[in-house]
């Protein structure tokens, strides 16, 4: 996987003159910073990027030109390259559980903020984490709107949440709040509930928050007929902490991963064979970049490119697609809409495609290799 110095002035261009065999990303830096400023402007607080979305140096190098300072970090890998590209930024430790060596790691490079869901993992934090730094208790809520539920795994009670946030205050670190609304969640109404819980977890310490993290899970625009309404987000998380905190709202901050990154890569494969006229063979499929779909949903924005670069518009058909390895879980989700006159070696175009997906591509059965191409706009 590696990044062509040539810039195209779109997918098609590439695609005609080239005639790739396998999956080619296209990347367009003018997308994502536009993307990136937008939150800048828009979310009443500090705008950190979750790394592991896609972790790409060329994706940070962006981020920090469109003015992004701070990133949230998962690994020491992460820590390493986010002080290596930007050296200046902050960087929030917030994956809830380390191994000691990793928490050393951090505190050697300088990380100084961090989050917390359990009494143990708080211990450790304590143990290895000079005082001042900040520590984040991040909670969970019962509640829906996302694709998938991040509160299966991390989170603390209200209650629980409580008692973490006395202890990090009474330990001498700066106590903040920090929660995850779930990925893809396109109901703003998951952010007023957590946000109005975060302010009952202060009051039940009887502690005064430092900042409140609202997480990422900010969505990305996957369906046709659904355009997120993210500035409608933002709108409602300054209103409601203003009111749930009565006019002294804790410092905000966010970590939009999806949201930043997704729109800003369109996936071309190409089909490798079309079985019978029903089922769709592409070189691309679930270990490779397309690894998410069976998780959060068929993205439905596509448009298919000839090998002569021009578009198919014949009328949509209902299709099965298989990705290329021998593995029969190796499918899309449900039946996808193409045009009647799909031909072997067109281009299926997938927009939307930054996220969860150079990041999560495999070599599973001798495929997975993928290119990375710049281009000026991603129209077909």
Request: include cysteine; charge should be negative; hydrophobic fraction near 45%.
């Amino acid at each position: 996987m590696g990044l062509s110095k040539t810039i195209w002035a779109n997918p098609s261009e590439f695609l005609r003159t080239q005639q790739p065999v396998d999956p080619v990303m296209f990347f367009a830096p003018a997308v994502l910073q536009s993307t990136a400023r937008r939150f800048i402007d828009g979310f009443p607080g500090l705008v950190t990027y979750a790394v592991k979305s896609n972790p790409d140096e060329m994706v940070i190098q962006n981020l920090v030109a469109a003015g992004i300072a701070g990133f949230d970090v998962a690994s020491p890998a992460e820590i390493e390259m986010i002080a290596r590209l930007a050296p200046t930024a902050a960087m929030h430790y917030h994956n809830p559980v380390r191994a000691r060596h990793e928490i050393a790691y951090a505190v050697s490079m300088g990380v100084t903020s961090y989050s917390v869901d359990s009494h143990s993992e708080l211990k450790k934090l304590i143990e290895i984490v000079p005082a001042g730094a900040e520590i984040s208790v991040r909670f969970k809520l019962p509640v829906s709107g996302a694709a998938y539920n991040f509160g299966a795994k991390f989170g603390a009670t209200v209650d629980k949440a409580a008692e973490l946030l006395r202890v990090v205050a009474d330990n001498g670190y700066v106590a903040s709040l920090t929660f995850h609304p779930g990925t893809q969640c396109t109901d703003p109404m998951a952010w007023d509930a957590y946000i109005r819980a975060a302010a009952e977890i202060c009051r039940i310490a009887g502690v005064t928050a430092r900042r409140l993290n609202v997480g990422g899970g900010f969505p990305s625009h996957r369906l046709s007929d659904q355009l997120p309404q993210i500035d409608a987000i933002f709108e409602l998380i300054g209103r409601v902490a203003d009111e749930a905190f009565e006019g002294t709202p804790p410092a905000l901050v966010c970590e939009p991963g999806r949201g930043l990154v997704a729109e800003s890569f369109t996936l071309a494969a190409q089909v490798k064979g079309l079985r019978d006229d029903e089922h769709v063979f592409l070189n691309d499929g679930t270990y490779g970049s397309l690894d998410e779909l069976p998780l959060a949903g068929m993205i439905d924005r596509l448009s298919v490119v000839a090998p002569d670069g021009q578009r198919r518009f014949a009328a949509p058909e209902p299709r099965i697609i298989f990705g290329p390895t021998c593995d029969s879980v190796d499918r899309l989700p449900g039946e996808v809409l193409l045009p009647g006159d799909l031909a072997e070696g067109d281009y299926v175009l997938i927009s939307g495609m930054g996220a969860y997906s150079t990041a999560t591509n495999t070599r599973f059965n001798g495929f997975g290799a993928l290119a990375i191409e710049t281009v000026m706009r991603l129209d077909a």
